[in-house]
């Protein structure tokens, strides 16, 4: 395990397209998808990794608590499963189901949309508003596996309201951080551990 932390695309930056398959329903997902959204959440989590099972219950209950709002939300595990078999998606299909995840939750096989989105960790969040422009990328919260604090979801909540609400957020955003994607062998890309 590598603890790497988010690369802070720029605030801004107009969300990369994408088309994937949803491992729970078999529907394809796209940007478009989402288009009468007033907010996109794209989180790159996965099956396996300490980070995400240390805070899954809490992204459950946030697309619990934003089903009837104006918010997409979409996760994605782009793991290699030649590397990492325990991330495959079957695995997720479960973890989806046990947790009960309300969102799209797809995998990129070829790891193309981590690598469009500078995904480095799992998990790693990236907020865009109505334009699908980004305006927050960061921790969830405070609270890491071994450092005893609470996992409340506070920043990413507060990013989202605040987003939702048509209002600016500050620039002074912490970074995610958790285990590092784990790519394809060979293709890792050029800003993985810049």
């Known amino acids: 395990m590598v ?9 801004g930056t107009k969300a990369p397209a994408f088309q994937l398959t949803d ?16 907010a996109l959440l794209v989180m790159f989590i996965c099956v396996h990794c300490p980070f995400v099972k240390h805070v899954e219950q809490e992204l459950a209950k946030i697309g619990q608590d934003y089903i009837n709002q104006d918010l997409g939300i979409i ?55 109505s334009m699908f422009k980004l305006a927050y990328r960061g921790q969830l ?9 609470p996992v409340t979801g506070k920043d990413l909540r507060t990013a989202i309201d605040t987003v939702l609400a048509g209002q600016s ?8 951080i958790g285990c590092n994607i784990k790519w394809i062998p060979g293709q890792a890309p050029a800003y993985f551990g810049v």
């Open 3 to 11: 603890m790497v932390e988010s690369t802070m695309l720029a605030l």
């Open 23 to 38: 491992v729970t329903s078999g529907n394809t997902i796209t940007l478009e998808t989402f288009a009468t959204s007033k």
């Open 75 to 129: 996760a994605i595990s782009a793991n290699s499963v030649e590397t990492h078999p325990q991330d495959a998606p079957e695995h997720m299909k479960t973890q989806a189901a046990t947790q009960g995840f309300q969102f799209p939750y797809c995998y990129d096989q070829n790891q193309a949309v981590a690598k469009a989105y500078t995904a480095a960790c799992t998990p790693d969040f990236f907020l865009f508003d």
């Open 141 to 149: 919260d405070n609270s890491r596996p071994s450092n005893g604090k």
């Open 169 to 176: 957020l500050s620039s002074e955003q912490l970074p995610s």
